[in-house]
């Protein structure tokens, strides 16, 4: 009789877990015309930014708008966050979206990285390896940084990609065993 709920109705309500147990802050897809365009910080980004529900942030871009980073604000400048740390605001949505030249079909996560003084978002990427005989997804997660460097390998392959060419991808055994 220990196990039962006594004179109440039990919670419907799932935990929610963490997708990454490390810094993201994640661009929402626009489901349909109208739609907030919304910003959530996990756990983690929560942590590393020193955030809580209610402070603020503020994103900042380098001249050529290669590197977005993101502090947390003083006072009233940027962005006041929700009592769950997250926010809406089109204007900076939409920025981000078309400098960085994101779809906004799906959700966006960046991992926030610490850098000297400052802390940058990279775009994390997932490709999915279909194996029809084997009856499996395998997933990998590659990071993108926001710069387009031709003498980076990632942005060969994303180069390569968008003309067309075939590219190898291999994934890695660590990622097999992972399951």
Known sequence: MENFTWDAVPSQRQRKTEKYNYPVVTMAALSKPGAGRKFTFNKSAQELLNIQGEDRV???????????????????????????????????FEFISKTLGLSNDTENEFKI???????????????????????????????????????????????????????????????????
């Open 58 to 92: 503020s994103f900042g871009f380098n001249a050529d708008r290669t590197i977005v980073a993101i502090r947390k604000s003083e006072e009233d400048t940027g962005f006041k966050l929700t009592k769950t740390c997250t926010f809406s605001d089109k204007k900076m």
């Open 113 to 179: 990285s610490e850098n000297t003084g400052f802390y940058s978002l990279e775009l994390l990427d997932v490709r999915a390896d279909i194996r029809p005989e084997l009856g499996t997804i395998d997933t990998e997660y590659t990071m993108n940084s926001t710069h387009k460097d031709e003498d980076c390998e990632d942005c060969k392959e994303e180069n390569a990609e968008m003309k067309g060419e075939e590219i190898e991808l291999t994934v890695s055994e660590d990622v097999n065993n992972q399951w």
